[in-house]
């Protein structure tokens, strides 16, 4: 999947947390400053790969498929951020560098670095 499917994806998991499950397209726009127009085109091509379904009213919801991507993506991206910070990163670089490491980082190399975060968290 490319990054930017993966940042829609985890664009309507969030705001689905902020408001519900009352996501249009106008809110991903606005939350990621897109345009309209973009952000149809890619909400089209989601629901015809089947990651999200759109409703007569406009709502956008996940599919358990989108859930389980955006879902992973956010888990990547805050445990990454969140390390970045504590190894003295500030906030916002830590979160603009989060969400490049995000899409890029192996499935391996994320495991071991949550193993040896958690671990440290235990210490």
Known sequence: ??????????????????KGNHVHSVD???????????????????RSSGHI???????????ENGRK????IYD??????DWLISLGVEKEIAISDACKIEHD????SFKAIRKHINKWKKQ
């Open 53 to 63: 379904v759109v409703d007569n009213e406009g709502h956008i919801t996940l599919t």
């Open 1 to 18: 999947m490319q990054k930017s499917a993966e940042d829609y994806l985890e664009t309507i998991l969030i705001l689905e947390r902020q």
């Open 76 to 81: 990547r991206h805050t445990i990454i951020s």
């Open 105 to 108: 980082i192996s499935e391996q």
């Open 28 to 46: 991903i726009a606005h939350e990621l400053d897109f345009s309209k127009p973009s952000v149809s085109v890619a909400m089209k091509n989601l």
């Open 69 to 72: 991507i955006a879902q992973s």
